[in-house]
């Protein structure tokens, strides 16, 4: 503490030459002069005292006939007469600091941390819908209210987490794994389950209702599978009341999907020239700045490579700056062979069953042939499938029997 009270005051390191230096000490102590950090090599002696004692210091070398050089000025006071002369430079590095300040209120940096069915522009569309973008400010931010509304917005979402650190936003979400059939329709209200699809009845597991349909039924698109109308009998068998619930059931349907897409065997494709302007770019915050004009070609293609102005690790600002490359190119005609045509549309194919098999369809039986059609080959087929059906249907009409309605 006692250091920083000096330095705060401000203190002088000297270098006495005398030749009685023990007489010069001893006055000092009887005039109440601080020495500290004494050294000695002999012929002279250095030592700390403070720009007070400095000044009090002239009778007694007079006395002693000592000779005092001035080496060193330490502390604030001393300082602060620097600085007099750096007023632009203190200036700058004051407005710089509150710049920073002010900056570090905002949001400037926006990751996901796991992408999955949630993917960047989704999130990034959501939060511009509920108010939150780049340049928002943080405290402004109800971080409680977007995680729900962002589970109550994708269903897919059982667990979200958004955090703030320096001015970037981390969100963080868990996804279901399994795939979950999002209907409108409320657990509270009673409904009906209607097929979407025209097939045979393979499975049926009925957890509340009563199912109209069994195993080998043909059913066409729109038949009533399982209703949640649930009649209470007296016991003279006679229908007392009925109990309306919302109907439940794991229902798989063997159907037969059609199948088909045309290849046209000429195309163009992108030929470059090889001809390209590169340009640097910045921007800050929503105004943009370029090195160069836009090229004069008559097709192109920008390739950007853009960094964003950060402080450390989490403070971002909106500051951007990197290089648009335009590159020439011209469309040149080409013609398919059959044999790269039919390897085409066999990948088309197979990417189609890929997207079905992840839906929860399974694939019984394929049935495409690919087939020319003049200038284009063209796949026609279908494919035979076991797939979940069941779409609920809220049931308007109730009988008037005293019916009551579970909740």
Request: hydrophobic share 35%; proline share 3%; net charge neutral.
């Amino acid at each position: 503490m006692v250091g920083y009270i000096r330095l705060f005051r401000g203190y002088v390191r000297i270098r006495v030459e005398s030749p009685s230096p023990q007489r010069f000490l001893n006055l000092c102590s009887v005039q109440d002069i601080s020495l500290w950090d004494i050294v000695s090599d002999g012929d002279w002696y250095e030592m700390n005292l403070s720009v007070a004692d400095f000044f009090r210091l002239k009778p007694i070398v007079k006395k002693t006939k000592t000779k005092v050089v001035l080496t060193e000025k330490k502390g604030l006071p001393f300082r602060m007469q620097k600085w007099k002369k750096r007023k632009v430079f203190i200036l700058c590095s004051i407005l710089c600091v509150v710049g920073l300040y002010g900056v570090s209120l905002f949001l400037w940096d926006i990751r996901l941390v796991n992408e999955g069915k949630l993917t960047s522009e989704m999130l990034l569309s959501f939060l511009q819908d509920n108010g939150v973008t780049y340049g928002s400010y943080k405290k402004g931010i109800d971080i409680d209210a977007i995680e729900k509304k962002l589970r109550d917005e994708y269903p897919f979402i059982i667990w979200t987490s958004l955090r703030l650190e320096g001015t970037r936003l981390f969100v963080d979400v868990k996804e279901n794994d399994q795939t979950v059939e999002v209907s409108d329709v409320s657990s509270k209200q009673a409904c009906n389950l209607h097929a979407t699809v025209s097939g045979t009845v393979v499975s049926i597991v009925t957890r509340s209702g009563i199912p109209q349909v069994q195993i080998g039924d043909e059913v066409k698109k729109g038949d009533l599978l399982v209703v949640g109308e649930v009649p209470i009998y007296n016991d003279d068998e006679t229908i007392k009341e009925y109990m309306y619930v919302c109907s439940d059931a794991d229902i798989r349907l063997e159907t037969r999907l059609s199948y088909g897409k045309e290849l046209p065997l000429a195309y163009s494709k992108k030929v470059y020239t090889g001809q390209e302007k590169t340009a640097y770019y910045f921007r800050v915050y929503k105004n943009s700045f370029s090195t160069a004009r836009i090229p004069d070609y008559e097709l192109y293609d920008i390739v950007t490579d853009l960094k964003q102005g950060k402080i450390l690790h989490d403070f971002y600002l909106p500051l951007y700056y990197g290089r648009i490359t335009y590159q020439e190119y011209r469309l040149e005609e080409f013609v398919y062979t059959e044999t790269e045509g039919r390897a085409l549309l066999e990948a088309e194919f197979q990417k189609f069953c890929k997207t079905l098999q992840q839906k929860g369809v399974q694939i019984v039986e394929k049935n495409v042939k690919i087939e020319k059609n003049g200038r284009s080959l063209r796949a026609d087929g279908s494919i035979l499938v076991e797939m979940s059906d069941g779409e609920p249907q809220i049931i308007t009409e109730m009988k008037q029997t005293g019916e009551t309605e579970i909740e």
